[in-house]
């Protein structure tokens, strides 16, 4: 059974909201680093009993400076799938096409969006953070795996950026405005992209055999494996721009709590999000009931 989304009203909705990454971020619109950047339900810092509340902030804003950073990648690889997937409809119908067209330019716009911001962080951070990368690698790595596997792990991308909006930044007054207003504009559109990603994730499994199925499914685990590990690596990297921040001197058992608590937060926020997300396991139930209980039965080690 298909969703009742359409390509038609996606792109109504998505041309109600545009708009631009100058409206957002520069000028006077400013980061301000007296604040947190992100909701404590993703950033777990505050478990973090021999930091002050100073240092929990600075730490939870080098989550904000990671979660930039990552989902800057993760579009990396969602454009370029979304227009060679529109490629071979483009003389197909108009709403489709023109829907396809839009979705790959808010990508275009949102990978704007997040640089703009890193540059924003970098100039008033004060310090220097490190990410993992480069976006070309991981890019190359996506893509190589079957189209309905990719699109299995974008639709998981996209449905996590709802959530993290409406379950920890929608009420939440104490965050900065600024980077609120990224995480609430990133989520109008990305509103639409769940629907038309949905609808080409069905589209895709509808003409796939059930080995390719099977094989998907097990791509979609392998991204996520790698996402896990690139997130270890960039716990150890949070910890050293925290040690380089502030100039606090951590013990080993210190050192290791805090990239235990990262690597935590981070596997919440990029992937038991989106394992537990009621629209991705419906999607993914009606491909392959198994493969719902499955990513069911792993997603505890993710929350
Ligand atoms: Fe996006
Ligand atoms: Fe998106």
Redesign the pocket.
Known sequence: MRSSYSYQGALEASERINWRVEDIIGGEKRLDFSKPFMPESLAQVQGLKFLSSEEQRVLNQIRGHEYLAMFGLV?EF?LPYVVDHARPVLSGDDYHVRALLQ?AG??AK?IHLFKRFRQEFETGFGSKCEFIGPAQEVRKFVLSHSPLGVAIA?LH??WI?LRHYIEGVKENQDLDSQFKSLLKHHWL??SQ??KM?TLIVEEVAGTATEKEIDQAFQEYGEIGAFIDEGSKQQAEFNTEAFIAATARKLSKTERQEMTDAILKGMRWTYLGTGMTHPNFLATVEKIKPAAKTQIQTMAPAFC
């Open positions: 579009e969602i979705f808010e990508e949102h974008i991308s996209e950026t559109e990305e992209h769940t990603d």
